[in-house]
C-alpha cells in the first residue's frame, strides 16, 4: 500500500477533476479492486466473506455489510493484525487521549450512532490525508468565500461536542497536540456548555470560520440578533444534522454571511461537498454510494431510497465495502448548473429535536448531540432515546450490554443526564425508565436519539 501524503492527496484531487469520464471511470475501478484485494489478503474476516470471489468482479458481486456485523468481528476486520477492539477500549477510558494516536499510528474515532449503535474507527495517517486533501481543495462553495477566509487570518472554531472521541473535537485536538502555536487560529468549544459560556469563547475568539451542528448554531440566532454575541464570520460550515432552508437563510441574516453545508460521516470523511445550487456532489474517486432498498437492491435516479451502501476507496485499515448508512437519498446524474460534472445528491437528513425546559418561567432550549453526548459516555449503556415530555418530564428508554443490571444503569445515566441539566440552570426535572424499548419511527424507519414530545 503506498504512502499518501496531504499534498499529494490535494494534487489527486485537482487531477480527477480534470479527467474525461472514461479516465475516472478507470480510476475507480482500480481503486476498488486495489481495496478489495488488500481486504482479502490482510482481513480474515473479508477473506472469508470473498474466497469464492473471482479476480473479475463487480461491485454488485460484493455482498454488503453494516455497522452491527462489522462491529461483532472488530478483531477479524481491521487489516492490522495487532489491533484488538479491547485495547481501544482501553485506550478510549482516559479521555485525554482524544486527538492522541493509539499505538503511535492511529486516531481513534467514533460515530454518532444514527441508528443507536455506534462504531469504533481507526484513521491511519493515509486515511487522515486523504480527508484533509478533499477537505482543502473543495469545501469552499463558492471562491470569494475562500479567499476571505484566507484574508482573515483564517481563524477557525467549531461548537462540537466533547468529551468523547468524536470526528469533530478529536481532530482539532490531534492538529493543535502536533502544532501547538496554532491554538490562536483553531479552536473547539464544547456544545455542551450554556450557551452564555458558548457566547463568551465565541466572543473572545472571533472566529473568521464559524462551524458546528446547525441546532447548536440556531440557539446562537438570537445571541447574535441581541448584541450578546457579537462576532463577524465570513462563512459558516455547518455538519453532523441536516441544514434546513429555513435554518440556512436564518443564520445568513443574523450572521451576514453565506451559509453551507455537507455531507459526511465518520466512516468515509466527506461523502459529498455541497455547490451554490446546495446540490451534494458525491468525491467519487474516492467514495461510491448505491442507493438501494430495504432489501439492498438499487434504487432508479431520481427516487428516494431506504438507504446507501457506502464504499470507502482509501481506507485500508478498515476497510469499508458496500456498507450500510441509513440516509435516505435521492440519486441525480442530470447536469448541474454550477458545472461541476459528479453525480449529486439531495438528502432527506437526520432529524433530533431541540428540547426545551422551563425553569422559573424562564425556557431553556437544549440542542440533541449535546443531551446525546452525555448519555453517550455512561458506562454499559448500549442504546437509548430520550423522550421529553411536558412539565420537565424526561423518559429514558434504554438498551444494555450484556449482563448489566437495568437498574443501576439507568441510575447512572439519571445522574450523567440531571448533573448535565443543572450545568444549564435546569433544576427540576422528572427522569422514569421506559418500560419501552429505543425504537425508530415506524414509518420512516429512522431512528431519533431525542424526540419532544411537549
Same mark, same amino acid.
Given at each position: 500500500m503506498k504512502k499518501t501524503g496531504i499534498i499529494k492527496a490535494m494534487m489527486l484531487c485537482w487531477k480527477y477533476e480534470k479527467m474525461s469520464d472514461a +479516465?475516472?471511470?478507470?480510476?475507480?475501478?482500480?481503486?476498488? %479492486?486495489?481495496?478489495?484485494?488488500?481486504? /482479502?489478503?490482510?482481513?480474515?474476516?473479508?477473506?472469508?466473506?470473498?474466497?469464492?470471489?473471482?479476480?473479475?468482479f463487480e461491485l454488485s458481486d460484493l455482498p454488503p455489510t453494516?455497522?452491527?456485523? !462489522?462491529?461483532?468481528?472488530?478483531?477479524?476486520?481491521? @487489516?492490522d493484525r495487532s489491533i484488538k477492539l479491547s485495547d481501544i477500549n482501553e485506550f478510549m477510558k482516559d479521555l485525554d487521549n482524544i486527538g492522541r494516536k493509539l499505538k503511535g499510528d492511529y486516531l481513534v474515532f467514533t460515530t454518532s450512532g444514527s441508528t443507536g449503535d455506534p462504531?469504533?474507527?481507526?484513521?491511519?495517517?493515509? @486515511?487522515?490525508?486523504?480527508?484533509?486533501? =478533499?477537505?482543502?481543495?473543495?469545501?469552499?462553495?463558492?471562491? $470569494?468565500?475562500?479567499?476571505?477566509f484566507l484574508k482573515s487570518r +483564517?481563524?477557525?472554531?467549531?461548537?462540537?461536542? @466533547?468529551?468523547?472521541?468524536?470526528?469533530?473535537?478529536?481532530?482539532?485536538?490531534?492538529? !493543535?497536540?502536533?502544532? #501547538?502555536?496554532?491554538?490562536? $487560529?483553531?479552536?473547539?468549544?464544547?456544545?455542551?456548555?450554556? =450557551?452564555?459560556? =458558548?457566547?463568551?469563547?465565541?466572543?473572545?475568539? $472571533?472566529?473568521?470560520?464559524?462551524?458546528?451542528? &446547525?441546532?447548536?448554531?440556531? !440557539?446562537?440566532?438570537?445571541?447574535?440578533k441581541s448584541g450578546r454575541l457579537n462576532i463577524k464570520p465570513v462563512i459558516i460550515m455547518t455538519g453532523g444534522e441536516y441544514l434546513g432552508d429555513s435554518l440556512r437563510e436564518k443564520l445568513s441574516e443574523a450572521f451576514k454571511c453565506y451559509v453551507q453545508t455537507s455531507y459526511s460521516c465518520t466512516e468515509a470523511g466527506t461523502i459529498a461537498c455541497e455547490c451554490t445550487e446546495r446540490h451534494f456532489h458525491i468525491n467519487d474517486d474516492w467514495v461510491i454510494v448505491e442507493p438501494v432498498d430495504k432489501n439492498n437492491k438499487p434504487v432508479s435516479n431520481g427516487i428516494q431510497s431506504d438507504k446507501i451502501l457506502l464504499t470507502n476507496l482509501f481506507n485500508y485499515t478498515q476497510p469499508f465495502i458496500r456498507y450500510e448508512v441509513t440516509d435516505r437519498v435521492?440519486?441525480? %446524474?442530470? &447536469?448541474? #448548473?454550477?458545472?461541476?460534472?459528479? #453525480?449529486?445528491? @439531495?438528502?432527506?437528513?437526520?432529524?433530533?429535536?431541540?428540547?426545551?425546559?422551563?425553569?422559573?418561567?424562564k425556557e431553556i432550549k437544549i440542542a #440533541? !448531540?449535546?443531551?446525546?453526548?452525555?448519555?453517550?459516555?455512561?458506562?454499559n449503556l448500549q442504546r437509548f432515546q430520550v423522550v421529553v415530555h411536558k412539565?420537565? +418530564?424526561?423518559?429514558?428508554?434504554?438498551?444494555?450490554?450484556?449482563?448489566?443490571? /437495568?437498574?443501576?444503569?439507568?441510575?447512572?445515566?439519571?445522574?450523567?443526564?440531571?448533573?448535565?441539566?443543572?450545568? %444549564?440552570? =435546569?433544576?427540576?426535572?422528572?427522569?422514569?425508565?421506559? +418500560?419501552?424499548? &429505543? /425504537?425508530?419511527?415506524?414509518?420512516?424507519?429512522?431512528?431519533?436519539?431525542?424526540?419532544?414530545? $411537549?
Open positions: +479516465k475516472k471511470s478507470s480510476i475507480r475501478q482500480e481503486r476498488l %479492486h486495489k481495496l478489495v484485494s488488500y481486504a /482479502k489478503q490482510y482481513s480474515p474476516y473479508y477473506k472469508e466473506r470473498y474466497k469464492n470471489l473471482g479476480d473479475k453494516n455497522k452491527r456485523e !462489522l462491529m461483532a468481528h472488530f478483531d477479524e476486520w481491521v @487489516t462504531l469504533v474507527m481507526l484513521c491511519d495517517r493515509n @486515511t487522515n490525508n486523504v480527508m484533509g486533501g =478533499i477537505s482543502a481543495t473543495r469545501t469552499f462553495a463558492r471562491k $470569494q468565500d475562500m479567499k476571505a +483564517k481563524k477557525t472554531i467549531g461548537v462540537f461536542a @466533547t468529551g468523547g472521541f468524536y470526528l469533530g473535537n478529536s481532530s482539532v485536538r490531534s492538529r !493543535l497536540l502536533a502544532m #501547538p502555536w496554532k491554538k490562536r $487560529q483553531m479552536a473547539v468549544t464544547s456544545a455542551l456548555l450554556p =450557551i452564555s459560556q =458558548i457566547v463568551n469563547e465565541l466572543n473572545d475568539f $472571533q472566529p473568521a470560520m464559524l462551524g458546528g451542528y &446547525p441546532t447548536i448554531l440556531e !440557539l446562537l440566532i438570537d445571541e447574535q435521492v440519486m441525480h %446524474h442530470e &447536469p448541474c #448548473p454550477c458545472g461541476n460534472p459528479s #453525480p449529486w445528491l @439531495t438528502l432527506e437528513g437526520r432529524t433530533d429535536d431541540i428540547v426545551t425546559f422551563f425553569e422559573e418561567g #440533541p !448531540l449535546a443531551i446525546y453526548a452525555v448519555l453517550k459516555e455512561v458506562n412539565n420537565n +418530564k424526561i423518559e429514558l428508554r434504554i438498551n444494555l450490554k450484556n449482563g448489566y443490571n /437495568k437498574e443501576e444503569v439507568f441510575q447512572s445515566a439519571c445522574l450523567a443526564l440531571t448533573e448535565f441539566l443543572a450545568s %444549564h440552570d =435546569i433544576e427540576h426535572v422528572e427522569i422514569s425508565l421506559s +418500560k419501552e424499548e &429505543p /425504537k425508530q419511527h415506524p414509518k420512516s424507519g429512522k431512528f431519533k436519539h431525542i424526540i419532544n414530545k $411537549q
